[in-house]
């Protein structure tokens, strides 16, 4: 059988507990965009007829069932009256009824997954409360909210079988990437895997902490803060600051996100802190919704406040600070070389520069609009605070040694914001190189293009940090890249382009899917 939604696309499903009808979720067409005018329906398979559920302007993700098939349940990034730029939160509905019902309104939570419990009467879900992700139980009847694991850890890969009871999940940590683990609500959570047992025997992996500062304005902001191996109270170091992608994301315990290379990082010597700006979730609506009218409104200043935090509690070494990010973290990355020299260097992989053109070439606009108020062609579109929020019109301020990296096929931040940036940054005479990966999208997903990355910042660190020269231990494929010097003309710095052998790929850095 050939299902097809009757407003355009099949966007998921979920199968009744009872086998006799499908809830499907559609969208009017294929983009990323076209997900706000989706619907929910119910698909009878006897008669072969769709009700449907839901009449709204907005996104509905994971729409679920009850096992007793009397509710469902979908998370939507918009507050109880439907209103966007919300933190994605959870609603549940009667089927029949006409509106759905926020549940924890007030709760300073990203709903990341979530699923029904065995007797319909509660919700099992994952909650991001900004540096930890845990699994909770919440009471329909009571909207009681439970928490069942409890630690300085992400969980993910989430799932629940109601016939058992049973619950397995993906856990992960500062110790580790990531082990399964299986159990009840009644006996516990167990690993059931053992794969990065070793680790610890084989290497020294560095402490990670919560650390908080308050912002020019007074507002509290938290960051994880990840100490070198071997360091020893009362040592200042160089600190590496890494901004998040997103920027509806935060950092996390265990970030082993490979563009981050944070064990390599602390390996050499070099502090990290990543800080959870404004703008990320986890801390509440209020909290994400700060990019409302204005992207950098206290994002990059609290990044900038995490950093004299650190210098004022005699950590970091004023004179060799470093700034990095990937995505949205490339965004802020720009933006604070235009509004400080104090960085000795920095990298900006996939970030935008001009939002003019970035919001026409983007794969997705709905969720930058609020942003600026409206469209840069709408009339009476806000065209001064799409350029003050643009870095690139302050490019010519620019002193601080960046590397820049994008994906050739980036769709989400197409490569022309890295070209442009660099090309600014070059003009106003700040050592710089631009490397744009052949046939890579948003994320870089072959391995050997993620090492290079790596390899390339850390000589550029130590380089433009007064540290000790970085010799990379290189691989057996075609590395680095060549450079045709011969075709650039002399007056300009070449930009180079990533050109390595393909190898098994790794699946790419997640937290920054919609910038």
Not at 92 to 114: K, N
Not at 147 to 158: A, F, K, N, P, Y
Request: glycine residues 10%.
């Amino acid at each position: 059988m050939v299902l097809a939604a009757p407003d355009g696309y099949v966007r998921g499903y979920d199968v009744s507990a009872d086998g006799r009808s499908l809830l499907v979720s559609s969208a009017p067409g294929p983009l990323i965009d076209d997900r706000q005018a989706g619907e929910v329906w119910l698909f009878d398979l006897e008669d072969r007829r769709f009700t449907r559920l839901t009449t709204n302007t907005h996104s509905e993700s994971g729409a679920a069932l009850s096992p007793d098939g009397a509710y469902l349940a979908y998370a939507a990034t918009v507050n109880a009256a439907g209103e966007p730029y919300y933190e994605d939160n959870l609603f549940v509905q009667r089927v029949g009824d006409d509106a759905a019902t926020l549940i924890l309104p007030d709760r300073a939570m990203e709903i990341v997954d979530f699923g029904w419990d065995a007797t319909s009467t509660g919700l099992f879900l994952l909650g991001n409360t900004g540096l930890r992700t845990q699994l909770y139980h919440y009471a329909l009847a009571s909207g009681r909210l439970t928490r069942l694991t409890e630690g300085d850890h992400v969980i993910s890969d989430w799932s629940f079988d109601p016939d058992t009871g049973l619950h397995s999940f993906i856990r992960t940590d500062a110790r580790t990437p990531g082990e399964m683990y299986l159990g009840t609500t009644e006996t516990g959570f167990q690993p059931v895997t053992h794969w990065h047992d070793d680790l610890v025997a084989r290497f020294s992996l560095p402490a990670q902490e919560a650390v908080s500062w308050t912002a020019a304005d007074g507002q509290r902001i938290e960051g994880l803060l990840v100490r070198p191996v071997g360091y020893q109270p009362g040592d200042t170091v160089p600190l590496v600051t890494i901004v998040h992608g997103g920027p509806r994301s935060s950092s996390q315990f265990g970030s082993w996100n490979t563009s981050r290379a944070i064990p390599v990082l602390t390996g050499l010597g070099y502090g990290v802190l990543l800080p959870n700006h404004r703008g990320g979730v986890g801390y509440g609506d209020a909290f994400m919704r700060d990019m409302v009218g204005g992207y950098f409104t206290h994002a990059d200043t609290d990044v900038l406040a995490g950093v004299d935090a650190m210098v004022a509690s005699g950590f970091a070494d004023p004179g060799r600070l470093i700034l990095m990010g990937w995505s949205a973290g490339g965004h802020m990355t720009n933006r604070l070389i235009t509004e400080t020299d104090r960085f000795a260097a920095a990298s900006s992989g996939a970030g935008a520069s001009d939002w003019v053109s970035m919001y026409g070439e983007s794969d997705t606009r709905f969720n930058r609009t609020p942003w600026f108020g409206a469209a840069p062609w709408e009339q009476g579109a806000d065209a001064a605070l799409y350029q003050a929020q643009s870095p690139l019109w302050n490019a010519w301020k620019v002193t601080t040694p960046t590397l820049f990296f994008v994906g050739e096929s980036d769709d989400r931040v197409p490569p022309t914001q890295a070209i442009m940036m660099h090309r600014g940054v070059q003009a106003a005479g700040a050592p710089t190189q631009l490397y744009v990966a052949s046939d890579q999208p948003h994320n870089y997903s072959r391995l050997s293009y993620q090492l290079f990355k790596i390899n390339t910042e850390l000589g550029w660190f130590a380089e433009h940090a007064d540290r000790p020269d970085y010799q990379p231990v290189l691989p057996r494929y075609a590395y680095p890249p060549q450079v045709d010097d011969a075709a650039t003309p002399d007056s300009e710095e070449p930009e180079a382009e990533i050109e390595v052998e393909e190898v098994e790929p790794e699946e790419p850095e997640t937290g920054s899917a919609a910038p």
